[in-house]
């Protein structure tokens, strides 16, 4: 031990090395090091340095991982689809053996079979989530750009507007998934150009119609949320494939999106830097004479305006117009509250763009009396009930089930 100590003396310890040593000298310096004790300022000090090497170490090691990733993705070339039917083959085979197809799919006649065939001008491919180990860059199960517009057009025009489908809570929830299939192929083949924009179109118009036709119905048959979660992500990807070139139906959704998004300081900036072309052409100005009216709180313009809206508008709108229509009756009964003060119920109708039975039942829900075709208004009567879907479905348009299914595909295809 006092040897080692003179050696301890007679060298600083950082330049204290192995090789000056004898074996036996080595191990003995090894635990005197190991066993003396260490002061807290070079604990302090030796713990921050290591843990500054070990992030140093991860912070490199993570950067040239996701260079690596880069790289890869750089190098990997996009898959291209060769599956040139609506469902491939290997997926019809696997979802008729497991007995899931759906009964749009199946061979006309067969609904009732234990294994009904697969009809296959009829199945498509369903939505499958991403799970690891699964290919799903495979060509063979992936459709090219036509075959998908094709899809599309068939899921609208067969499906969508067909009236042998029934009910169309279920023919909604057939389309929406085979539509976020498509999707799915469409982002794996980073599709885009003109196909891609007119699946978009169709998609964000399917999506429109079917918040309007379904407002109010049960959340396991309709969920609004998830609806317009889908939607605002369709908006998003059609406004972004708008700036590759022109468009035929530029102007029409750029006002669909601020209308499905009034009071969006963001859908104003986005709409108030296109291009003059697009700004100023009527559908995009009217929608932004409905988002100024908005803003300002002034229910009789709005609604006003809304009464210039074609139905596809109004489907992007309906949402914000029974706040609107109770604004307006609320408004009213603060300035009409009078005993002598009789309004008639045929303007106020018109004024609230309803029939004169819908604006009758809104003011009965609000509180107004009604006495056959005239309104008394008090604001002592005024009551603001609860905005629900129910009673914003209650206030749409009465269509039956033939019109509904004539109007779906012309909506979806933009025709009307």
């Known amino acids: 031990m006092c040897k080692l100590q003179s050696i301890i003396n007679t060298?600083?310890?950082?330049?204290m090395t192995y090789n000056c040593m004898k074996p036996g000298d080595q191990s003995e310096l090894s635990l005197w090091l190991w066993t003396r004790p260490m002061n807290k300022t070079a604990m302090s000090i030796g713990w921050h340095q290591s843990r500054r090497g070990r992030g140093h170490r991860h912070k490199e090691q993570g950067r040239a991982n996701r260079e690596r990733v880069v790289e890869q993705k750089a190098e990997d070339p996009v898959p291209h689809g060769?599956?040139?039917?609506?469902?491939p083959a290997y997926e019809i085979r696997q979802r008729e053996a497991?007995?899931?197809?759906?009964?749009?799919?199946?061979?006309?006649?067969?609904?009732?079979?234990?294994?009904?065939?697969?009809?296959?001008?009829?199945?498509v491919k369903e939505y499958s989530r991403p799970a690891a180990g699964k290919d799903s860059t495979r060509a063979s199960d992936l459709r090219p750009p036509s075959v998908l517009l094709k899809t599309v057009c068939y899921l609208v025009d067969d499906i969508a507007a067909s009236s042998t489908f029934q009910p169309w809570t279920e023919v909604y929830s057939f389309v929406f998934d085979r539509l976020r299939s498509v999707?799915?192929?469409?982002?794996?083949?980073?599709?885009?150009g003109p196909d891609c924009v007119a699946v978009l179109e169709k998609s964000v118009r399917f999506l429109l119609y079917a918040s309007y036709r379904l407002c109010g119905q049960q959340l396991q048959y309709f969920d609004p949320r998830i609806n317009d979660t889908h939607l605002q992500e369709c908006l998003s990807w059609l406004l972004e494939s708008y700036r590759d070139g022109k468009h035929q139906h530029q102007d029409e959704?750029?006002?669909?999106?601020?209308?499905?998004?009034?009071?969006?300081?963001?859908?104003?900036?986005?709409?108030?830097?296109?291009?003059?072309?697009?700004?100023?052409?009527p559908a995009v100005q009217l929608a932004l004479a409905v988002s100024r009216a908005h803003m300002e709180r002034n229910p009789v313009r709005l609604l006003r305006l809304a009464q210039r809206l074609d139905f596809i508008q109004v489907c992007a709108?309906?949402?914000?117009?029974?706040?609107?229509?109770?604004?307006?009756?609320?408004?009213?009964?603060?300035g009409h509250s009078s005993r002598n003060c009789r309004y008639p119920l045929q303007r106020l109708a018109?004024?609230?763009?309803l029939k004169d039975a819908l604006a009758a039942e809104l003011c009965?829900?609000?509180?107004?009396?009604?006495?056959?075709?005239?309104?008394?208004?008090?604001?002592?009567?005024?009551?603001?009930?609860?905005?629900?879907?129910?009673?914003?479905?209650?206030?749409?348009e009465p269509l039956d089930d033939e019109q509904w299914n004539c109007s779906a595909g012309c909506v979806i295809h933009g025709c009307v």
């Open 11 to 15: 060298l600083p310890l950082s330049d």
């Open 82 to 87: 060769t599956c040139m039917t609506m469902c």
């Open 98 to 123: 497991q007995n899931r197809l759906h009964r749009f799919e199946v061979v006309a006649g067969t609904e009732r079979e234990r294994l009904p065939p697969a009809d296959v001008s009829r199945a």
């Open 183 to 192: 999707r799915q192929d469409m982002i794996i083949q980073r599709v885009s």
């Open 253 to 281: 959704f750029q006002a669909l999106s601020l209308l499905y998004n009034l009071g969006s300081s963001q859908a104003i900036q986005h709409v108030l830097e296109l291009p003059e072309r697009i700004r100023s052409s």
């Open 317 to 334: 709108v309906h949402r914000y117009l029974l706040p609107c229509r109770r604004d307006l009756l609320l408004l009213y009964s603060h």
């Open 350 to 353: 018109r004024l609230l763009f």
């Open 364 to 396: 009965q829900v609000c509180g107004v009396n009604v006495t056959e075709e005239w309104v008394n208004f008090s604001k002592s009567s005024f009551t603001d009930a609860s905005s629900g879907d129910l009673q914003c479905r209650c206030m749409h």
